[in-house]
């Protein structure tokens, strides 16, 4: 069988790699060539150059940026039955009176399509429509050859265990989401029941940077790449019946994984929130800028970025007389870093380092690029919605999906990598359980640890003691 190539050679400096396997011609009805680069087609046609035939196999590139981006104009099912239509119906596979020779030069394209359709959008079979085509589809081709029978029962079962894998991470998630309180809740509950902070439970700032890209990683690692496409889904204006996506989602894991960031930021306030003493404040703000500066030389800038906003919300910023103990030269660099001025210039220009870095690696630490997800969901967005999916001739705008399917191939390539730092059991639970404070519990904690300073900060004070503590 054709070997699937690692993403890192699909895409090019340029965006798209050349073919690498044998193409059709560029004359090929339906489908628009310039300077031997596909730029769009008809669906119809586009669907047609995804199917292997005897003498013809798409190149790579292709079949993960058409896969990636037709969703945007029909269902993964709906492409699916027409793929098991168009192999068993041109190739005759349904013919009993078809020669086996001919079966055996079409059948490993055909497994090795949805080879790399199962492994890279794993979860798009989570619908019983796509199971039951593809095994329909493998049995027509595995029946009576032991060889592809084999290929077929690996593939099958490699699916089965991503799909039961998710299944499992997303068990987790719902259990620590169901555990998950507000931080003062316990605390008037139960006072003695949260006396621990982050440095009692891991002292080394590097060592909880590491843990810290332990859960960047494994989020990661979930996300599928159809969940950036299937975040900005809109209604295809040549689809006069209803939206591709007005099902419900089959996954949830990019939401999940804004979801950490979020909480990471809540966590770095509470902690610096926390303390009764100005020098134990003034020693978590130092703790955390160690802890960032780590994450910055790991190549992890989303915790980076998590923990520099967790120091940036109003409740810790407005501490004024904290932050007089503190040293804050080395915070100064790491906020110039993610500085958002000219579009993220100097974040944008580490990051390509990291990357450049990532692909000369000799050692798994150095292949670590774990970006700032916010702004690369939104590098993503605007992209979209900067360009038409539909030519006004109605053809798919192709060359728009190469440049997505490149972004994302990047971040499929970063998503792989495993974790080479040892995992810390009870630090990770801790980042990932203990009770967090709410907005306004952060800024009850923060004016009784420093006064109002004004006549509004004064009221709202008096508000959230009341709420809070039951006493104005």
Not at 207 to 217: D, K, N, V
Not at 337 to 362: C, G, I
Not at 401 to 420: D, G, N, R, T, Y
Request: proline letters at 5%; aromatic letters at 12%.
């Amino acid at each position: 069988m054709p070997q699937t190539p690692p993403f890192a050679v699909m895409f090019d400096s340029s965006g798209y790699n050349r073919p690498l396997y044998q193409s059709k011609e560029d004359s090929c009805e339906g489908l628009y060539y310039h300077d031997n680069n596909l730029l769009s087609g008809s669906l119809e046609a586009l669907i047609q150059h995804l199917v292997p035939s005897i003498d013809y196999y798409p190149d790579r590139t292709y079949i993960f940026t058409f896969l990636l981006s037709s969703r945007l104009f029909m269902h993964p099912f709906e492409l699916m039955a027409k793929v098991c239509h168009l192999c068993t119906e041109h190739q005759r596979l349904s013919d009993p009176t078809m020669d086996k020779s001919q079966i055996r030069k079409i059948a490993p394209k055909i497994l090795q399509l949805l080879t790399e359709w199962t492994e890279t959008f794993p979860y798009d079979f989570r619908d019983e429509r796509m199971m039951r085509n593809l095994k329909d589809l493998t049995h027509r081709i595995a029946n009576g050859e032991e060889t592809y029978r084999k290929t077929v029962q690996q593939m099958i079962q490699s699916l089965i265990r991503k799909l039961a894998t998710l299944g499992q991470y997303e068990e987790v998630l719902a259990k620590i989401n169901a555990t998950s309180t507000d931080r003062l809740t316990v605390l008037k509950s139960k006072p003695q029941s949260i006396q621990r902070d982050i440095i009692t439970i891991c002292s080394d700032p590097y060592t909880l940077a590491q843990q810290l890209t332990h859960i960047e990683l494994e989020r990661l690692n979930y996300i599928g790449p159809e969940e950036f496409v299937q975040a900005f889904l809109q209604k295809d204006p040549l689809d006069n019946d209803k939206s591709c996506y007005d099902e419900p989602k089959k996954t949830r894991n990019l939401e999940a994984y804004v979801e950490w960031f979020n909480r990471l930021s809540y966590l770095v306030a509470t902690e610096i929130c926390m303390p009764v003493k100005k020098k134990h404040r003034a020693r978590m703000i130092e703790y955390f800028i160690d802890v960032a500066r780590e994450c910055f030389n790991i190549g992890n800038f989303n915790s980076l970025m998590a923990i520099i906003s967790g120091m940036n919300m109003s409740p810790v910023s407005r501490l004024k007389k904290t932050w007089a103990k503190v040293k804050t030269a080395k915070f100064d660099i790491l906020e110039h870093q993610m500085d958002p001025s000219s579009n993220f210039y100097n974040y944008r220009t580490a990051l390509r380092a990291a990357a450049q870095r990532s692909l000369t690696a000799h050692s798994s630490r150095e292949k670590i690029v774990i970006p700032f997800f916010s702004l690369f969901i939104k590098d993503i967005y605007f992209l979209n919605e900067g360009c038409a999916n539909r030519l006004p001739n109605g053809h798919i705008n192709f060359e728009k999906f190469w440049e997505l399917a490149k972004q994302v191939s990047e971040f499929m390539i970063w998503k792989q990598v495993e974790c080479p730092f040892e995992r810390e059991r009870k630090t990770l639970q801790y980042l990932l359980t203990v009770p967090v404070f709410s907005e306004d519990a952060l800024y009850l904690a923060s004016y009784e640890s420093e006064g109002p300073e004004n006549n509004t900060e004064k009221d709202r004070w008096k508000s959230l003691r009341s709420n809070f503590l039951g006493r104005a």
